[in-house]
């Protein structure tokens, strides 16, 4: 079965330090999707692409995190200093980005700041 | 905004217990309301609903929208303890982007 791939699966770190999560969609997918999810607010999209060009990071941070996919196959989540506040499960998906195709996820980062 | 709340939050039941999960929300742009299953890790896909009063069947689960009324169901008839699950209720709207409720916790106890 064709998969998203995330990695790290965990990470633990330190106040200030820098984050780095990758993701790799599934072969053919154009939409890739950034989603950060915790006890209180559930999922929530941080932001978003399609062709590889960022249609939507409102959901995001803007002065610590950035997301970027230098290629097809790689899509990048960042955190620059990451803070406690940070610490959460950050899970990437992928679609086909036409009508009516649903995302599919991968098994998400799980981030703890210190 | 598009909005979704899903209730209740959290059920309990016994297996062989049929549960109905709901899910209603408000939306400028509907495209389709989707049903995910989240155990440990991933959520996983269910159902998309695109049509009202078009029921989706996979096995024990089905569910069913309702475009008047804004709303939808998932079903699960004889549960079983692998049905445990948080059953994430998500609305497409504009741009391919997923709105997601807050879960509904199911335990299905043996």
């Known amino acids: 079965d064709a998969r998203v791939t995330q990695t790290p699966r965990h990470k633990v770190t330190e106040m200030g330090q820098e984050v780095t999560m990758r993701c790799q969609p599934i072969?053919?997918?154009?939409?890739v999707f950034w989603y950060r999810q915790t006890m209180m607010q559930g999922l929530e999209l941080l932001a978003y692409f399609r062709n590889r060009a960022p249609l939507d990071d409102s959901g995001m941070p803007k002065d610590r995190f950035s997301a970027e996919m230098p290629d097809a196959t790689l899509a990048t989540l960042k955190i620059q200093p990451s803070e406690p506040r940070d610490s959460a499960v950050y899970f990437c998906?992928?679609?086909?980005?036409?009508?009516?195709?649903?995302?599919?996820f991968g098994d998400g980062t799980r981030l703890s700041i210190l | 905004e598009d909005k979704v709340v899903q209730s209740p939050l959290s059920l309990v039941v016994h297996e062989g217990d049929t549960v109905t999960l709901n899910c209603s929300y408000e939306v400028t742009n509907f495209r389709s309301l989707l049903w995910y299953k989240q155990e440990k890790k991933a959520p996983t896909f269910l159902f998309m609903l695109?049509?009202?009063?078009i029921e989706k069947k996979s096995g024990r689960l089905s569910s069913i929208l309702d475009k008047k009324e804004l709303f939808s169901i998932l079903n699960i008839t004889a549960t079983q303890t692998g049905d445990s699950a948080v059953y994430l209720c998500a609305l497409g709207g504009s741009n391919y982007k997923l709105t997601f409720g807050k879960g509904t916790l199911l335990t299905v106890n043996p």
């Open positions: 998906a992928s679609g086909l980005g036409t009508k009516n195709q649903p995302q599919h």
């Open positions: 072969l053919g997918h154009n939409t």
């Open positions: 695109t049509s009202s009063g």
